[in-house]
């Protein structure tokens, strides 16, 4: 399915029909492509890969705004005591082996058919595909941004309250998100933080993305 705006310039094409998000475009280079403020954090990446995680996000049946968030969160640095996001594939984590836009393990990574190495040699918008990958099983159960972030976090949380407490030890790497200090992390805490991030990343949309 090729989709052209009014000039006749295509701005996607994809394996099944559009049409859970429309999206605001700019031309460049002589194509129809998604524009900075058409989905969260759109600033921060290119042309390219706000194409593709519009496509993406189409077939996960999800908001590009959800996976951009989650891909924002997974990338932050800290820059001068701030987070900041950077979507970097080749971003890692100190503490662990995780790298990338959704921080993939080394046993993730060959589940996927890959490793940590090659992805983080990977660009951003290649690792794409992988994160597609990852998150195609959850399809139809990612309902709001804080599901997709699970999917990637703990998906055993997926579906549950918010008054569902994590583990200890995803807990003490995490404890910073624990907002009341009561030594738990609940489902709810996480889920305001990702509702907050999720908002930051808004704040230059406009209020309608009309089809070009």
């Known amino acids: ?24 475009y700019v031309v ?9 403020d ?9 042309a390219d890969f ?10 996960l049946k999800i908001p590009p705004d959800y996976l ?8 932050s640095k800290n820059v001068n005591g701030k987070m900041v996001p950077t979507f970097d594939p080749s971003i890692k984590n100190p503490g662990s082996s995780a790298v990338g836009l959704i921080q993939f393990m080394k046993a993730t990574a ?21 994160v597609e990958k990852y998150l195609k099983p959850y399809v139809g159960k990612m309902k709001s941004v804080e599901d997709v972030y699970l999917a ?38 996480i889920a305001n933080f990702v509702r907050r991030t999720l908002k930051r990343g808004q704040k230059s949309k406009p209020k309608s993305t009309p089809l070009p």
């Open 1 to 24: 399915y090729d989709y052209h705006n009014k000039n006749g310039l295509l701005y996607a094409s994809t394996d099944k029909p559009l049409g859970l998000y429309i999206m605001k």
């Open 28 to 36: 460049i280079d002589g194509v129809s492509k998604p524009a900075e």
């Open 38 to 46: 058409s989905m969260a954090y759109g600033n921060l990446v290119d």
């Open 50 to 59: 706000r194409q593709k995680v519009f496509e993406i996000a189409d077939r």
């Open 68 to 75: 951009m968030t989650v891909m924002a969160i997974e990338t």
């Open 110 to 130: 060959k589940d996927l058919g890959t490793t940590t190495e090659k992805l983080a040699k990977m660009s951003a918008v290649d690792q794409l595909d992988y």
């Open 152 to 189: 990637v976090f703990y998906p055993n949380a997926i579906g549950k309250k918010d008054g569902y407490e994590f583990p200890q030890s995803i807990y003490q790497p995490n404890k910073g998100l624990d907002k009341d200090k009561n030594g738990k992390l609940t489902k709810g805490e």
